[in-house]
T-cell receptor, first 111, second 113 residues
Framework: DVKVTQSSRYLVKRTGEKVFLECVQDMDHENMFWYRQDPGLGLRLIYFSYDVKMKEKGDIPEGYSVSREKKERFSLILESASTNQTSMYLC??????????FGPGTRLTVT | QKEVEQDPGPLSVPEGAIVSLNCTYSNSAFQYFMWYRQYSRKGPELLMYTYSSGNKEDGRFTAQVDKSSKYISLFIRDSQPSDSATYLCAMSFGYSSASKIIFGSGTRLSIRP
């Protein structure tokens, strides 16, 4: 059973803080993803990685960076948090070509 | 224009009704068509997938793909309150080292007892 875990379910940060969201998977999947989900906008891809130390920009990478030092761990970094980054953040892995496994999500509030 | 368009709803139907959820898409290169279900405060989970055109049935759920019209549907028969969730259509191009999935914005469905 694939498991994708995220470090926090709820997080409150202040504007300007550097924020780290951690994601760990236990199924040896190559591909990992970070999305944000907002009402009316659906899932938007921030970054993805198809191998260790490899990363690709998604549709909305501005204000974010990622790190993948080990295959099982994919981190999302908000360099300087802003209120418009308040959102639900979802990490996922992929068994190509169609099965995506999601973590439970981190609801981030930036005040 | 978004690659995948989905009516956000919300959609509210009585228990036992047949539900029809739909998406349209613009890129004819999509090969795999999926439906994900997301319960409140959880991540989405794969419900069904279809390769290319045609129908696929799984219990009370039927997925249809019409590639000529670039239109996909999910039908739920004998809907139950436990089917209340957000349903996201999704598509992919196929196998590739840098695979990714394109999601619709999701339709929120509520089944009234």
């Amino acid at each position: 059973d694939v498991k994708v875990t995220q470090s926090s379910r709820y997080l409150v940060k202040r504007t300007g803080e550097k924020v780290f969201l951690e994601c760990v998977q236990d199924m040896d999947h190559e591909n990992m993803f970070w999305y944000r989900q907002d009402p009316g906008l659906g899932l938007r891809l921030i970054y993805f990685s198809y191998d260790v130390k490899m990363k690709e920009k998604g549709d909305i990478p501005e204000g974010y960076s990622v790190s993948r030092e080990k295959k099982e761990r994919f981190s999302l970094i908000l360099e300087s948090a802003s209120t418009n980054q308040t959102s639900m953040y979802l990490c996922a892995t992929l068994t190509p070509p169609y099965e995506q496994y999601f973590g439970p999500g981190t609801r981030l509030t930036v005040t | 224009q978004k690659e995948v368009e989905q009516d956000p709803g919300p959609l509210s139907v009585p228990e036992g009704a047949i539900v029809s959820l739909n998406c349209t898409y613009s890129n004819s290169a999509f090969q795999y068509f999926m439906w994900y279900r997301q319960y409140s405060r959880k991540g989405p989970e794969l419900l069904m997938y279809t390769y290319s055109s045609g129908n696929k049935e799984d219990g009370r759920f039927t997925a249809q793909v019409d590639k000529s019209s670039k239109y996909i549907s999910l039908f739920i028969r004998d809907s139950q309150p436990s089917d209340s969730a957000t349903y996201l259509c999704a598509m992919s191009f196929g196998y590739s080292s840098a695979s990714k999935i394109i999601f619709g914005s999701g339709t929120r469905l509520s089944i009234r007892p």
